[in-house]
Nanobody, 123 residues
Framework: QVQLVESGGGLVQAGGSLRLSCAAS????????MGWFRQAPGKEREFVAS????????YYADSMKGRFSISRDSAKNTVTLQMNSLKPEDTAVYYC????????????????WGQGTQVTVSS
């Protein structure tokens, strides 16, 4: 079992920045890739970014490229999502997730999920 706890969400004005963190505990290992997803009210959960254990493989959703940056500290079992130039449409609950093997854009590839952290961007 892997436990994931997100932090860093909040309210920010459009154009601002937030930094989300995810702390992993339990059966963490070098086999796990990490991902960030988000879900806005009335919408499906969507992919944001993912990163391999080594950090060498990173994927972003097209709408986040250039604005969001994912990184991880494998020694500390943490993954971070730096979000810049935030827009009102970025408002959502952001989830951290862990998947065995290679990183993926697919929600069904992830085995463990955090409880989520709310990000609200005001216009």
């Amino acid at each position: 079992q892997v436990q994931l706890v997100e932090s860093g969400g909040g309210l920010v004005q459009a154009g601002g920045s937030l930094r989300l963190s995810c702390a992993a505990s339990g059966r963490t290992s070098s086999d796990y890739s990490m991902g960030w997803f988000r879900q806005a009210p009335g919408k499906e959960r969507e992919f944001v970014a993912s990163i391999s254990w080594s950090g060498r493989t990173i994927y972003y959703a097209d709408s986040m490229k250039g604005r969001f940056s994912i990184s991880r500290d494998s020694a500390k079992n943490t993954v971070t999502l730096q979000m810049n130039s935030l827009k009102p449409e970025d408002t959502a609950v952001y989830y951290c997730a862990a998947a065995l093997g290679l990183p993926s854009r697919r929600t069904d590839r992830y085995d463990y999920w955090g409880q989520g952290t709310q990000v609200t961007v005001s216009s």
